[in-house]
C-alpha cells in the first residue's frame, strides 16, 4: 500500500458506477495517472469543488493493500479558472491545450517542467486581458521545442550568419534547422517571412505570458501555423483529427 499528498492538475472526470468517479490527472511527480473518487458524485466534503477538469488541487491519494490501483481521499482546491470557465473562446483555447498536452505528456520523466508549462497556459489564460487567437499554436510549439525538438531561428545552419530581418529564411521541419535564402537552394522545408520567424523565436526562449497578445499579419500567421503543424506532426507523430490530437 503507497500513500501520499501531492498537488495536481485534472484533465479528464467520468463516471464509472452510480456514485463513483475515475479521474485522470497530471502531477509533477508522476506525470499522468488515473485514481478513482469512491463516492465522488456526491460527496460536498471530501471532494468540494475539486473534481472538474481544468482544476488545480492538492489531493491526498492511497492505493489498494495489492497496489492494483489508486483512489481519493481527499482534496484541496487550489486554484479553479473562473474566467476561463465563462468564457467560452478562452474555455475552447484551454481544451484545446489541455488535449494537446495529454496526447504528449505521459510518464514522470519531464513532468515537472511539463506541470509548469501547462499551469502558466492555464493562468495566462485565465488572468489576461486578451488572449490571441493564435495562443493554442504557440503553446504546442512550445512544447515541441521543450521536448527537444528546439531549432535555432537566429543563425544560417549552413553558414552561420545571422538571419537579418527582411530576409527571407527557410525552415527546415526534419532536421530542426534554419537556413538563410542564400544557403536554402535544394533544402526542403517552410520559408518564413521576419515577423513569424521572430515570433517563433520569441516562444522557444520566452513563456505563455510573454506571446498572449501575438497577433501576426496575414503570411505570417498562416506561415506561423504552417511551421509549427508540420514540426508536431514529424518530431511528436501528432495531428488533429475527429476532436483530438492522434499518432500518426
Not at 510518464?107 to 490571441?132: F, K, Q
Not at 515570433?199 to 522557444?204: C, F, K, S, T, W
Amino acid at each position: 500500500m503507497i500513500e501520499f499528498s501531492e498537488q495536481a492538475l485534472v484533465l479528464k472526470v467520468g463516471r464509472f458506477r452510480e456514485q463513483d468517479l475515475w479521474v485522470r490527472l497530471f502531477s509533477p511527480s508522476r506525470g499522468t495517472y488515473t485514481a478513482f473518487a469512491f463516492g465522488g458524485c456526491r460527496s460536498r466534503r471530501r471532494f468540494c469543488g475539486c473534481l472538474d477538469a481544468l482544476n488545480q488541487v492538492r489531493f491526498h491519494v492511497r492505493s489498494d493493500r495489492r497496489g492494483a490501483y489508486l483512489y481519493l481521499l481527499e482534496g484541496t482546491l487550489e486554484q479553479a479558472y473562473p474566467r476561463i470557465r465563462t468564457d467560452r473562446e478562452r474555455l475552447g483555447q484551454a481544451v484545446n491545450c489541455l488535449k494537446f498536452f495529454e496526447a504528449v505528456h505521459l510518464g514522470p520523466e519531464g513532468a515537472a517542467d511539463a506541470y509548469g508549462l501547462i499551469t502558466e497556459c492555464l493562468d495566462t489564460l485565465d488572468r489576461a486581458e486578451a488572449v490571441s487567437g493564435l495562443f493554442p499554436v504557440l503553446f504546442r510549439a512550445k512544447v515541441a521545442f521543450s521536448q527537444g525538438y528546439a531549432p535555432a531561428l537566429t543563425a544560417c545552419s549552413h553558414c552561420g550568419k545571422g538571419i537579418h530581418s527582411g530576409s527571407l529564411p527557410r525552415l527546415d521541419v526534419e532536421r530542426g534547422r534554419v537556413v538563410c535564402a542564400d544557403c536554402a537552394g535544394d533544402v526542403p522545408g517552410l520559408d518564413l517571412c521576419s515577423e513569424a520567424l521572430d515570433l517563433l523565436e520569441q516562444v522557444r526562449t520566452g513563456r505563455p505570458w510573454d506571446w498572449r497578445n501575438a497577433r501576426p499579419h496575414g503570411a505570417a500567421r498562416r506561415q506561423c501555423y504552417a511551421a509549427v503543424d508540420h514540426y508536431v506532426r514529424f518530431h511528436l507523430g501528432l495531428a488533429w483529427a475527429g476532436g483530438s490530437f492522434r499518432k500518426i
